[in-house]
């Protein structure tokens, strides 16, 4: 967050995709919202390990009411650029899902946006070689996929879940998994162990760029 806060920009906005906390507790969560005071405009959606009552009260504010555990969908604009970050948790368990909720916000989102848009979540939509995360990533997709297709205003998906940096396509868009900031998880190329997590590289971060053209270019960073 330091090395974050110091870069001498210009930095248009953070985005955060998911599992600020491990357990989902109020003490978790304020911990986070003091971390991640940003000298910029910051979005944040949650993970498998989050939960969207404590989520909601402690990073957004909000006080409880009926709808503490509705799907936590936020947009942010900026300079002409939308970016819609969708919650694919699912609450109890580890794999992803987008409620039919969530997928109307998208389209409403998308529908009013002319501009170029970014659209996130925490659970990748497509396997990325590392079991151990492909086997809880998104479920049904496709319902995704048919949205995605039908707005060329997309430049691409930002996700999370994987905790390592790695480059894919979906729905014709490029597919950008950003690095864990407090571990790595390991292809089985690298490592035969269960879980097939590093504790011990560096955390990273992800610069995005996008161009006058609508073109989506990714730096993957590393602080040490």
């Known amino acids: 967050m330091r090395h974050l806060s110091g870069l001498p920009g210009p930095i248009d906005a953070v985005l955060v995709t998911g599992d600020i906390a491990d357990h989902g507790t109020v003490e978790e969560y304020e911990i986070a919202r003091e971390l991640l005071r940003f000298p910029y405009p910051t979005l944040i959606c949650p993970g498998n390990h989050d939960s969207r009552p404590e989520f909601r009260k402690v990073l957004l504010g909000e006080t409880s009411g009926s709808d503490a555990g509705a799907p936590v969908n936020q947009v942010l604009r900026f300079g002409g650029v939308t970016v819609a970050l969708c919650d694919s948790s699912i609450p109890g368990r580890d794999d992803g899902y987008l409620e039919d909720e ?19 979540m925490h659970h990748q939509p497509v396997p990325v070689g590392v079991p151990y995360v492909d086997d809880i990533r998104l479920n049904e997709p496709e319902r995704l996929e048919e949205l995605l297709r039908a707005y060329p205003q997309i430049v691409g998906v930002l ?32 490592s035969s162990a269960w879980p097939p997590i590093d504790r011990t590289l560096p955390p ?17 960073r590393v602080v040490v």
Do not use: C, K, N
Request: charged share 10%; aromatic share 6%.
């Open 102 to 120: 969530t997928l109307r916000w998208l389209a409403e989102v998308l529908e009013s946006s002319a501009g170029p848009v970014i659209v996130g």
């Open 159 to 190: 996700v999370g879940h994987v905790h390592t940096a790695a480059a894919t396509v979906f729905a014709g868009l490029p597919v950008y998994v950003a690095p864990g900031v407090a571990s790595t998880v390991l292809l089985p190329q690298e």
């Open 204 to 220: 990273g971060f992800a610069l995005h760029v996008l161009s006058d053209d609508g073109r989506l270019t990714t730096h993957a």
